[in-house]
């Protein structure tokens, strides 16, 4: 099971709605879900190139680093700037039941994705059961 924790996200959006900015850059928004026997993670990065992207995982904490390099240039006078810029960073919590060590990751059109198996261990599997007559039933677990 994946956690997500983020102690300053409704912070953030509250302090938009009044100050009508951010007072760090927008996390990067994600999508997570269960496929069979795997966590699909999908995050947005429009703009960051793939060697931008850091992945680690160190005690079950998946940290996703990515940077977008700004547009300003010299000579050039911004008129909107809504995109932010910089480094984003992100963290999840991936529980004992997923397999931290088989991480598969893609990248393309702007968005990264993570698949996350489920350890073996934590896998739906059947238990026999046997009666004294020693006949062995199966069970599912």
């Known amino acids: 099971m994946l956690m997500r924790t983020d102690p300053f996200r409704d912070f953030d959006r509250i302090t938009q709605r009044l100050l009508g900015e951010s007072a760090r850059p927008t996390a990067m928004p994600l999508d997570a879900y269960r496929e069979g026997d795997s966590f699909v993670i999908h995050f947005d990065l429009p703009g960051v ?7 680690e995982i160190e005690r079950n904490v998946l ?3 990515a940077e977008r390099v700004g547009t300003t240039a010299e000579g050039r006078e911004m008129v909107l700037a809504e995109r932010p810029s910089g480094t984003f960073s992100r963290q999840l919590f991936l529980g004992e039941t997923l397999d931290a ?18 350890a073996e261990q934590a896998k739906p599997r059947k238990i026999s059961v046997s009666e ?10």
């Open 101 to 118: 060590d088989n991480i598969a990751a893609d990248y393309a059109d702007g968005v990264l994705t993570l698949r996350v198996p489920v």
């Open 49 to 55: 190139r793939a060697d931008s992207i850091d992945l």
């Open 132 to 141: 004294n007559n020693g006949r062995a039933h199966q069970i599912r677990a």
């Open 63 to 65: 940290t996703v680093r």
